[in-house]
Structure formats: structure tokens, C-alpha cells
């Protein structure tokens, strides 16, 4: 079993839906929560992060994290084209050598049509 | 502000022949980080690397090798190259510390293995 579980999608919605995106995990000793943005043939970029449970806000987008069920979200509003992307979902960790680690869902491919 | 530098972008290569993937930032960041990125697969870490000297293994380590000689360079090194190993890799860096969780990611080497 996968440490991170995501759908990986794709996800086709209509222009100024909320999209709704879920990751779970299996490791209660992950700290940090993140989600990523990945445009075709780019790299992921940092969209948002948390540390505790509850939600968190910027813009149009909203981090959420439920510790108690392993379970987090991140939902946008109002969807834009210009939203379509992967995806990735991010939790960092302390390896077994003691240094940390970024552990990655599958991603989830977005698409948002106008 | 060149930020994570991968070189090549492109490659392929017949099987059994080596390659060595350089990754540079100019960050200052302690911890690097090499991951491979396939289908359905998200993106699963190989190797990673706290500073200068010091390496640890990720998830999917057996067949590749890391070095970390100089602070802005981790190389990632192929010794007989696999079908299995076609992918996209990715390098990612981030600076020390517990509250800063944003690595900074390459734009990515597409390798092929024939």
C-alpha cells in the first residue's frame, strides 16, 4: 500500500465549478501537508502548504487537513482554464536517516473547459 | 535568477550504457533531491541529499547512484541503464530549517531507455 493515495483523474469540469481534489495517507508521522501544481512538461510548483488540521485560505484556492482521518483536500473555486494542471499532493517526513523528505501523491489531472 | 538547472533536458540511450544527470541551484539549499516521475506513478523519490557528502536513499533507489561533492551540485547516475528506468526526473532543492517546506523543482529530463 502507497504511503499517499490520489486519484489520478483526469478530472474535466466546466468553467467556474469548485473542484473538489483528495489525497490519504497512511503515516501518522507526516508533518507538513502541500499541494503542487504541475503544468504539462514543467516542473511542480508549490501552490500551498499547512501543519495542523483545519483549512486554510488563499484566494480562490482552500487547503484543508483532517489529521484525525488521514485525509486532506484542496478545493478551488470559481475554476479557470488556466487551472488545468496536475495536481500533486505533498507530505513531508523525517526518513530513516534522520533528514526530512517530501513524499508525493499520484497527482490528479485537471482539466477545465470553457 | 537561473533557480534549479537540469541538464540534460533530453536523452536517450540503449541499454547497458551509463549517464550521470546534473542537477545545479544557486539557492544556497541544503537539501536536494532527486525523483522520477511516471504515469500514474506520481512522482517517487530516489535519492536525496542534506549537504555536501551526504546521501540517503528514497523510495525506488536500486540502480542509480547520487553524489553531492559540491553544495549547488547532486548528480544522479545511471551505471547500466534499464527500460525500466524511461521516465521523467526531476531535481528539487530546498533550504534547512523546520517551517520552510517549498522545494524549488528543475524543469525536468525526459530519458529513454531503448
Known amino acids: 500500500q502507497k504511503e499517499v493515495e490520489q486519484d489520478p483523474g483526469p478530472l474535466s469540469v466546466p468553467e467556474g465549478a469548485i473542484v473538489s481534489l483528495n489525497c490519504t495517507y497512511s503515516n501518522s508521522a507526516f508533518q507538513y501537508f502541500m499541494w503542487y501544481r504541475q503544468y504539462s512538461r514543467k516542473g511542480p510548483e508549490l501552490l500551498m502548504y499547512?501543519?495542523?488540521?483545519g483549512n486554510k485560505e488563499d484566494g480562490r484556492f482552500t487547503a484543508q487537513v483532517d489529521k484525525s482521518s488521514k485525509y486532506i483536500s484542496l478545493f478551488i473555486r470559481d475554476s479557470q482554464p488556466s487551472d488545468s494542471a496536475t495536481y500533486l499532493c505533498?507530505?513531508?517526513?523525517?526518513?530513516?536517516?534522520?533528514?526530512?523528505?517530501?513524499?508525493f501523491g499520484a497527482g490528479t489531472r485537471l482539466a477545465v473547459h470553457p | 535568477n537561473a533557480g534549479v538547472t537540469q541538464t540534460p533536458k533530453f536523452r536517450v540511450l540503449k541499454t547497458g550504457q551509463s549517464m550521470t544527470l546534473l542537477c545545479a541551484q544557486d539557492m544556497n539549499h541544503e537539501y536536494m533531491y532527486w525523483y522520477r516521475q511516471d504515469p500514474g506513478m506520481g512522482l517517487r523519490l530516489i535519492h536525496y541529499s542534506v549537504g555536501e557528502g551526504t546521501t540517503a536513499k528514497g523510495e525506488v533507489p536500486d540502480g542509480y547512484n547520487v553524489s553531492r561533492l559540491k553544495k549547488q551540485n547532486f548528480l544522479l547516475g545511471l551505471e547500466s541503464a534499464a527500460p525500466s528506468q524511461t521516465s521523467v526526473y526531476f531535481c528539487a532543492s530546498r533550504p534547512l530549517g523546520t517551517s520552510n517546506t517549498e522545494a524549488f523543482f528543475g524543469q525536468g529530463t525526459r530519458l529513454t531507455v531503448v
Open positions: 505533498a507530505m513531508r517526513v523525517v526518513g530513516s536517516g534522520g533528514y526530512n523528505k517530501l513524499i
Open positions: 499547512t501543519y495542523s488540521s
